[in-house]
């Protein structure tokens, strides 16, 4: 396969045509060294962590992965063929072992060539299911812990268009699947079909602001193909192979059963459809049914949701976040919004909660009020639960502690959402007598799990809080040196055990079993570091400040054995960063990184070419800071250059570098931030922008965290747009885009567009399409082309 490369002639790149055929290329050496690496598996537990699920999958998808028949309906990607979405990574291998034994085990049964996914144990934790994709379809599969065998339960015809396609039963012997209908329609060739008429959309006046969205539907073939492939069957399968229908054909979007697995809550997507929202807010309708499938009562109906209120704190109107309730045999909990959803309007209250106690007969019973957004409640194994809230403009966020024997509410939070020094951990859960995972209270006292960022470094903690007076005690503390310590789950907190997560600079994360009470380490895994040619490369967390006083920090790395106490050699800096938004100064100057975590290089960053004698910064700072009333983005581009001046100084400071050899990139916002920092700094050699857009025209209802649309704030979005200010970029650039990018805004136009207009006003630009890939690259060829695209651009602008 060749992919088509359109490029600028460049004389210092020394490309003499606008346009290149050439095959899929492999970066040099020491990169593909590092790409070309066996990926370790991912680790599945159950609650009582006593055993532990491997599951391998190949460390890159190939291009004929990407080469599969697709649908692009109502925001999804799917096989019509296999009938599961497009996008899915599939699993290869699956590997078992009880959590204190020294070695994992082959499960046995597998079928050949295994594309599993959509994996889940059942309610007793005794077997496995998964999803085997065959080149026909997609089959159920169990795994029985016990004898370590795999069975496979249905034939290729189950649905997983919307997502997982099957849920347990309550008594883990059965399950209910969603199956292909025996009826289904034949699919439409749109290609091949001749339209009946014009495709029309109307509108009726009311505003809305909704966000640019991709693979919509566009016609009335594509609203039958999305219902013929989103259509299913409910079948109940159980585990002796027998089988029986449940439910007749419907749009099924979601299968939950209540705690005590007396009732089923079914939702059902209805029509009209829209061409202008995908399928998450198109009309839905939530049954719950008994054992039996017959139907208890309608409990929610949701009409077509084409307007929304501005605002990523406002809400639609109508019951949302419907739940069970996971401390109660059979009671939903949902939230209603007491403002319109409108976040513009002003408003004592903004949420009401109510729980609704199957049969469903009496009212549903108002439980609680928030003032700020309602976000989830967590429920125990004692007489409380914790009500969440949050406002997105403030960042602020709340939790209640809520006194179920009387109502009684107390704030036990209360602080900005982004100040990771003030977050006083998770709860710790444990699974309840309904199998659901809820805090775990003992004697009026629960267990707080948290990630200790601070000032001076990362110090995860757990804490004992009396949910009575709120006072805490701390139990632990980890201050491992020259690693890091996460806390993965408390085991028994009596007995002092827990599990951990254990990495440095050069080990690859690992779990360990830890007594807290006699400080006793355990390996439980023994991953093998992939990456031994980093073994020797300087790595530090710098710190620095902008020019307005904001505390910055990046990851530097520098070649092994560069002298750095003569640094007689300047280095070229590669700058890689991503820029998010804050309302405060304090916030926004916060530390995330540690130099423990481990180097793990991928396209995702610059940290491959420190093996070629390159400076590089990952994860620069790129803080965008807007307080009060004022936005961060009515003033993105002088901090966007400042950020970057701040960390080119610093590491000029330090003597490494040769400033007038830096070239910064970033994918996706990161990809914007580059093109804006070569269109209005002077401080960069070169940059490489990846899927990013660059015409904020293009999506004029909001991005990233801009919640103005255009017609507000006209000036910010031409002011921000790299597009709009073409004619100012000057600096050599390399864009590169998946031809098919599924994300919202990032169209491949966004790209084709800006190079075009580079192109045309003289600047030095490069452009690659990636074919079949989508936001993220996943295709081995693609990947490994990347890298060599961007190690010839940065070798001949750098250094030659």
């Keep these: 396969m060749r992919i088509t490369i359109a490029a600028i002639a460049l004389f210092f790149l020394g490309f003499a045509n606008a346009q290149e055929n050439i095959k899929y290329q492999k970066p040099s050496a020491e990169i593909l060294q590092l790409a070309e690496f066996e990926r370790a598996p991912s680790v599945l537990m159950d609650s009582k962590k006593e055993w532990m699920i491997f599951s391998y999958r190949p460390t890159y998808k190939s291009l004929d992965d990407l080469n599969q028949d697709e649908m692009k309906l109502a925001g999804l990607r799917v096989n019509?063929?296999?009938?599961?979405?497009?996008?899915?990574?599939?699993?290869?291998?699956?590997?078992?072992?009880?959590?204190?034994?020294?070695?994992?085990?082959?499960?046995q049964g597998l079928p050949a060539n295994p594309k599993i996914a959509y994996t889940s144990f059942a309610p007793d934790e005794k077997k496995l299911a998964f999803t085997n994709t065959t080149s026909k379809g997609v089959?159920?599969?169990?795994?029985?812990?016990?004898?370590?065998?795999?069975?496979?339960?249905?034939?290729?015809?189950?649905?997983?268009?919307?997502?997982?396609?099957?849920?347990?039963?309550?008594?883990?012997?059965?399950?209910?699947?969603?199956q292909i209908p025996a009826n289904r329609a034949a699919l439409i060739d749109d290609k091949k079909?001749?339209?009946?008429?014009?495709?029309?959309?109307?509108?009726?006046?009311?505003?809305?602001?909704?966000?640019?969205?991709?693979?919509?539907?566009?016609?009335?073939?594509?609203?039958?193909?999305?219902?013929?492939?989103?259509?299913?069957?409910?079948?109940?399968?159980?585990?002796?192979?027998?089988?029986?229908?449940?439910?007749?054909?419907?749009?099924?979007?979601?299968?939950?059963?209540?705690?005590?697995?007396n009732y089923l809550m079914l939702t059902?997507?209805?029509?009209?459809?829209?061409?202008?929202?995908?399928?998450?807010?198109?009309p839905m309708t939530t049954t719950v049914f008994d054992q039996n499938g017959n139907a208890v009562k309608v409990v929610n109906e949701i009409p077509l949701n084409e307007i929304m209120p501005k605002g990523f704190s406002s809400v639609r109107t109508g019951k949302r976040a419907m739940t069970w309730r996971?401390?109660?045999?059979?009671?939903?909990?949902?939230?209603?919004?007491?403002?319109?959803?409108?976040?513009?309007?002003?408003?004592?209250?903004?949420?009401?909660?109510?729980?609704?106690?199957?049969?469903?007969?009496?009212?549903?019973?108002?439980?609680?009020?928030?003032?700020?957004?309602?976000?989830?409640?967590?429920?125990?194994?004692?007489?409380?639960?914790?009500?969440?809230?949050?406002?997105y403009d403030t960042r602020n966020t709340k939790s209640y502690l809520i006194n179920l024997k009387d109502n009684s509410s107390k704030i036990i939070e209360d602080r900005n959402f982004q100040d990771v020094y003030s977050d006083p951990g998770r709860f710790n859960n444990t699974r309840n007598q309904y199998g659901r995972n809820v805090i775990d209270v003992e004697n009026n006292k629960a267990y707080l799990v948290g990630d200790g960022f601070t000032k001076d470094g990362q110090k995860p903690f757990i804490d004992e809080i009396d949910l009575i007076t709120q006072q805490k005690k701390r139990l632990y503390t980890s201050n491992l040196k020259n690693s890091k310590e996460d806390l993965y789950d408390i085991i028994d907190?009596?007995?002092?055990?827990?599990?951990?997560?254990?990495?440095?600079?050069?080990?690859?994360?690992?779990?360990?079993?830890?007594?807290?009470?006699?400080?006793?380490?355990?390996?439980?895994?023994?991953?093998?570091?992939?990456?031994?040619?980093?073994?020797?490369?300087?790595?530090?967390?710098?710190?620095?400040?902008?020019?307005?006083?904001?505390?910055?920090?990046?990851t530097?790395?520098?070649?092994?054995?560069?002298?750095?106490?003569?640094?007689?050699?300047?280095?070229?800096?590669?700058?890689?960063?991503?820029?998010?938004?804050?309302?405060?100064?304090?916030?926004?100057?916060?530390?995330?990184?540690?130099?423990?975590?481990?180097?793990?290089?991928?396209?995702?960053?610059?940290?491959?070419?420190?093996?070629?004698?390159y400076a590089v910064l990952d994860d620069a700072a790129f803080p965008i800071i807007g307080e009060g009333k004022t936005e961060p983005n009515d003033t993105f581009i002088p901090q966007l250059v400042a950020n970057g001046?701040?960390?080119?100084?610093?590491?000029?400071?330090?003597?490494?570098?040769?400033?007038?050899?830096?070239?910064?990139?970033?994918?996706?916002?990161?990809?914007?931030?580059?093109?804006?920092?070569?269109?209005?700094?002077?401080?960069?050699?070169c940059g490489i922008a990846r899927s990013g857009a660059y015409n904020r025209t293009l999506t004029p209802f909001g991005f990233q965290s801009e919640q103005r649309n255009y017609w507000d704030v006209p000036n910010i979005y031409n002011t921000m747009s790299p597009f709009m200010n073409a004619d100012k970029m000057k600096t050599p650039l390399l864009l590169i885009h998946g031809e098919a990018d599924n994300n919202p805004g990032t169209f491949t136009l966004q790209t084709e567009r800006y190079f075009q207009a580079l192109k045309n006003l003289g600047a030095p630009v490069r452009m690659v399409l990636l074919p079949k890939e989508s936001h993220g690259y996943a295709a081995k060829e693609s990947i490994l082309h990347t890298l060599w695209e961007q190690d010839q651009f940065l070798e001949k602008c750098l250094k030659k």
């Excluded at 959803?341 to 009212?363: H, M, V, Y």
């Excluded at 549903?364 to 409640?377: A, D, E, L, V």
């Design 326 to 391: 996971d401390d109660a045999p059979s009671t939903l909990v949902y939230a209603e919004a007491l403002d319109g959803g409108d976040q513009a309007k002003s408003a004592d209250f903004r949420d009401e909660i109510f729980l609704w106690e199957a049969p469903f007969s009496a009212n549903p019973k108002s439980f609680f009020k928030t003032k700020q957004r309602y976000s989830g409640t967590d429920w125990s194994n004692s007489d409380y639960a914790v009500v969440f809230e949050s406002w």
């Design 268 to 282: 059902t997507i209805q029509k009209p459809f829209s061409y202008i929202v995908p399928l998450n807010r198109f």
């Design 193 to 261: 079909s001749l339209p009946d008429g014009p495709t029309v959309s109307t509108s009726d006046g009311k505003v809305s602001q909704n966000r640019t969205y991709q693979d919509l539907l566009k016609n009335p073939q594509d609203e039958a193909n999305f219902e013929t492939l989103a259509k299913s069957e409910l079948v109940k399968i159980s585990l002796n192979g027998t089988q029986e229908s449940f439910k007749p054909t419907e749009i099924y979007t979601a299968m939950s059963f209540s705690p005590d697995g």
């Design 80 to 107: 019509p063929v296999t009938n599961i979405s497009s996008t899915m990574t599939f699993s290869n291998n699956l590997k078992i072992r009880k959590l204190k034994d020294k070695m994992e085990v082959q499960v």
């Design 493 to 554: 907190i009596k007995k002092g055990e827990i599990l951990t997560v254990q990495q440095s600079a050069n080990q690859y994360p690992n779990y360990f079993l830890r007594n807290i009470k006699n400080n006793k380490v355990a390996a439980v895994t023994n991953f093998p570091n992939p990456f031994e040619s980093l073994k020797n490369v300087y790595k530090e967390v710098i710190k620095y400040k902008r020019n307005d006083g904001v505390e910055l920090t990046g």
């Design 139 to 178: 089959e159920l599969w169990v795994l029985d812990l016990a004898t370590n065998s795999a069975k496979k339960m249905t034939n290729d015809n189950l649905n997983a268009n919307l997502g997982t396609p099957y849920v347990w039963m309550k008594d883990s012997q059965t399950l209910l699947v969603k």
């Design 645 to 685: 001046k701040a960390a080119i100084d610093a590491v000029d400071k330090l003597g490494y570098i040769d400033r007038n050899k830096v070239a910064v990139g970033g994918h996706s916002y990161g990809a914007f931030m580059t093109a804006n920092l070569l269109t209005h700094s002077k401080d960069y050699a």
């Design 556 to 613: 530097l790395y520098l070649p092994a054995n560069y002298d750095r106490k003569n640094h007689k050699e300047k280095l070229p800096l590669l700058i890689w960063a991503y820029p998010t938004e804050y309302k405060d100064k304090n916030t926004a100057g916060q530390n995330t990184q540690s130099p423990n975590d481990f180097t793990f290089p991928s396209y995702g960053s610059f940290i491959y070419w420190v093996t070629k004698g």
